[in-house]
């Protein structure tokens, strides 16, 4: 079996060792990887669900043929700047209209219609700005930040994880997690991708996302379905199709962004249940405080964004819960359904 050792930095400046082994075709080009690093931290930028669409150290594509996964690494170039450099950067944010940056067809966050729980928090934002609301329409994949954002397109991605680092975050307005995603009448209740209980079960998987550890530090990609990560969300939304395979019986545990699976579970009525997963002790994290981001330089903007959030905490978390949501309070607790909402960090 071939391999190759890399040694990259990661997003907290960190020497990292990646061993990536692949095997022949008519293995099914089944690939196995190995962390020799003792950190490994978050490459995403929006969600954590599209983790490899605008990776700052390299990312993991897995392609749609035969369900089986490729592995490509590639670096991509990063667009963060420097603190003097963001003090310097003019702002250039409009002062009549509130501009957003979004994805026409990525229910449950936005579409073209404005149906989405990021759409709602835009307009809530907007009336407290005094400002009238418009949107840049753009796929939200590969140079989503630098085709909307860093163009000076728009002024604001709604969603964005906490502290990325191709743009400026306001504070964070929620806290979630990946979750396994399973069928009610099945009574599975385990939090843990390893526990003997699943032994043998099918498990699906939104392919390079944090899960993927687990899947393979537990050696279970034999018995599970890979659902592609980069796709025309125009066509395809292949997060919804592993939601609709749990509920139809073809696949038993979906490792899938918590947000996806509340919100299709309530949308169409699935008898499914939601835990989120245990990390069981992988440096890679399943939870995720979300934020919005703006440019660097856009300090005054930033500021304004997070007197708002504050203000408007309890109905910012009303819009979440009406999308059904799943929520994390600081100690990684899942928030009941009627508790106020947990402190930002």
């Excluded at 003090?87 to 979004?102: F, G, I, K, M, N």
């Excluded at 743009?167 to 979750?179: E, I, K, L, P, R």
């Excluded at 989120?276 to 005054?300: C, L, N, Q, T, W």
């Amino acid at each position: 079996m071939a391999g190759d050792t890399l040694s990259i930095w990661n997003s907290d400046r960190r020497m990292m060792q990646i061993r990536v082994e692949t095997g022949p075709q008519d293995a099914g080009k089944r690939f196995f990887l190995k962390k020799e690093a003792k950190t490994f931290t978050n490459w995403g930028a929006r969600q954590p669900q599209r983790a490899s669409q605008r990776a700052k150290v390299f990312w993991f594509f897995f392609s749609k043929k035969n369900g089986l996964p490729w592995v490509i690494l590639a670096t991509a170039p990063l667009l963060t700047l420097s603190a003097a450099q963001a003090q310097q950067s003019p702002d250039l944010v409009s002062q009549t209209e509130l501009r957003v940056c979004a994805d026409p067809h990525d229910l449950p966050y936005s579409n073209q219609q404005q149906e989405g729980f990021e759409n709602k928090i835009a307009d809530l934002l907007a009336h407290d700005l005094n400002l009238k609301l418009s949107y840049t329409w753009y796929p939200d994949s590969q140079g989503f930040v630098r085709a909307t954002l860093m163009k000076n397109r728009c002024d604001l991605i709604v969603g964005t994880v906490a502290g990325v680092e191709d743009m400026a975050t306001t504070d964070s307005y929620y806290h979630t997690g990946y979750v396994m995603l399973t069928r009610q009448p099945d009574n599975i209740t385990t939090n843990r991708v390893s526990d003997y209980k699943i032994a043998g079960r099918r498990f699906g998987l939104v392919a390079s996302t944090p899960p993927t550890e687990l899947v393979v530090e537990h050696n279970l990609m034999d018995q599970t379905a890979i659902y592609a990560l980069m796709v025309d969300t125009r066509v395809e939304q292949p997060a919804y199709q592993m939601v609709k395979d749990v509920a139809a019986g073809r696949v038993d545990v979906g490792l899938i962004w918590g947000p996806i699976a509340g919100f299709y579970t309530k949308h169409d009525h699935f008898p499914l249940r939601l835990i989120f997963i245990d990390p069981e002790g992988s440096k890679v994290r399943m939870d995720y405080h979300i934020a919005m981001g703006v440019r660097p330089g856009d300090v005054a903007f930033r500021r304004r964004l997070n007197a708002v959030i504050a203000k408007e905490e309890p109905q910012i978390l009303q819009i979440l819960r009406d999308y059904n949501i799943p929520l994390l309070d600081e100690q990684n607790r899942p928030l009941a359904a009627n508790a106020p909402a947990p402190a930002a960090p």
